[in-house]
């Protein structure tokens, strides 16, 4: 028998196998195929592709390999194995054996000829680590009257902050997102043409110079948190002066990826929230006319095709994350005019029915979580641009107007900062 040994096993049979905690651990395997030995075990890291895993092409009784989903992504990118002339669980080699399952770990041992490789466990890990949730939020850019550079806080209470100006180049009907876990970032938008600009925003609320050259310049995208960390961040949709379907991820570092096309029918005005664990979901927009179109995210930053059937058709809405893992949409116009509607999403992505009453009716208003379960809208436009916040508690309950937090603007962007309240 190969393998290392350390706490021995009497069989029934009398055989003794070598336990995983014994086995010789390899390197994080990244490749599309991989060919595996007796004795060891591997971590299998499918987040950029599926892999394809050759078993050795002759084993003795109480051979012993462990393979793992290092990134709990095999339910996105499967892992397949290969049994190489040898039977798996009684079947020859023809058979396909998949396994497609986040968190999965598979435990083979050699039998004999008869039945070869057997899964003496294919556990999965169920509970993954969660990213503490956001306390402060940060609310910036827009227009007054006049495109703006400022910005305002938001605490861990609730409370927005007075004006700070000059913070980046001004610009209105950019987005953001909530990236590395208590940061953020800032980006598109037009100043009066469209820009591919990025503000980085450190887990202090202070925002960075502007960085160029971040994909596509487009204004009236949406953004939100995705991975099972809520660590990294997706741009999509928006208009270049023609609507476009293109996404850009966002790493755990702030820096933003190349354009990926065709991810869903392209429009502007639309909105995005995370929720679940890592997931997030793009929602309503204008394609010529406004949609209830939506498409969910999925841990790797994946967009799903169309669905429909997101409540009120509308643009220019807003999207947040509250409570632990559920979202809410409010507020925005379509050709009945400004809306005071909001549409709860649960933990599986399920959009609401429509609740109405919410507020002060506008659009062009922009959204953040605060105090690690709630949220917060402010700003927007009834006509003309107004000066009011309307919390969100974590039972997803919209409170009553408040005025008067900091200049009146619209078509801002916000998001979550800070893991510290």
Do not use: H
Request: net charge negative.
């Amino acid at each position: 028998m190969s393998g290392t040994i350390v706490d021995n096993i009497l069989r029934q049979s009398g055989s003794i196998a070598a336990t995983p905690a014994g086995l010789s651990w390899q390197d994080v395997v990244t490749a599309s195929t991989a060919t595996v030995e007796a004795g060891k075990g591997y971590w299998i890291n499918t987040t950029s592709n599926a892999c394809t895993i050759t078993l050795p092409d002759s084993a003795e009784a109480g051979d012993n390999i462990v393979i793992v989903d290092y990134a709990r992504t095999w339910g996105t990118n499967a892992v397949t194995l290969d049994s190489n002339g040898l039977n798996f669980q009684g079947n020859d080699d023809s058979y396909t054996v998949e396994y497609t399952t986040d968190g999965q770990s598979v435990n083979l041992v050699y039998s004999d000829s008869t039945k070869g490789w057997i899964p003496l466990e294919d556990d999965v890990v169920a509970d993954e680590p969660v990213a503490p949730p956001t306390q402060k939020g940060l609310f910036a850019f827009g227009n007054t009257g006049s495109i703006v550079s400022l910005k305002n806080l938001l605490g861990s209470n609730g409370v927005i902050a007075a004006d700070v100006a000059g913070v980046g180049t001004a610009r209105e009907w950019l987005s953001a997102a909530t990236y590395g876990g208590d940061k953020a970032i800032f980006a598109y938008g037009t100043t009066g043409s469209v820009t591919n600009l990025s503000n980085l925003v450190n887990n202090s609320g202070v925002v960075a110079s502007d960085v160029s050259g971040v994909g596509t310049s487009r204004r009236q995208l949406a953004a939100a948190s995705y991975s099972a960390g809520n660590d990294k961040a997706v741009f999509a949709f928006g208009t270049t002066g023609s609507l476009v379907n293109v996404k850009n991820l966002v790493s755990n570092l702030g820096v933003v990826s190349a354009d990926v096309t065709g991810v869903g029918t392209a429009r502007s005005y639309l909105t995005a929230a995370g929720y679940g664990v890592g997931l997030a979901l793009f929602a309503f927009g204008y394609t010529g006319s406004y949609v209830n179109t939506r498409n969910l995210v999925n841990n790797v930053g994946v967009i799903a095709s169309d669905a429909s059937g997101a409540g009120t058709i509308r643009g220019s809405t807003n999207g947040v994350r509250y409570g632990t893992d559920t979202a809410i949409f409010a507020y925005g116009s379509n050709s009945g005019g400004k809306l005071n509607l909001s549409n709860l999403v649960n933990n599986v992505g399920v959009v609401a029915a429509d609740v109405s009453g919410v507020g002060t009716a506008r659009s062009g208003l922009a959204a953040s979580s605060y105090g690690g379960d709630k949220a917060a809208y402010a700003y927007g436009t009834t006509g003309s641009v107004v000066s009011l916040k309307n919390l969100v508690n974590n039972s997803g309950v919209v409170a009553a107007d408040v005025t008067g937090v900091g200049t009146a603007r619209a078509n801002l962007a916000a998001a979550g900062y800070s893991a510290s309240a």
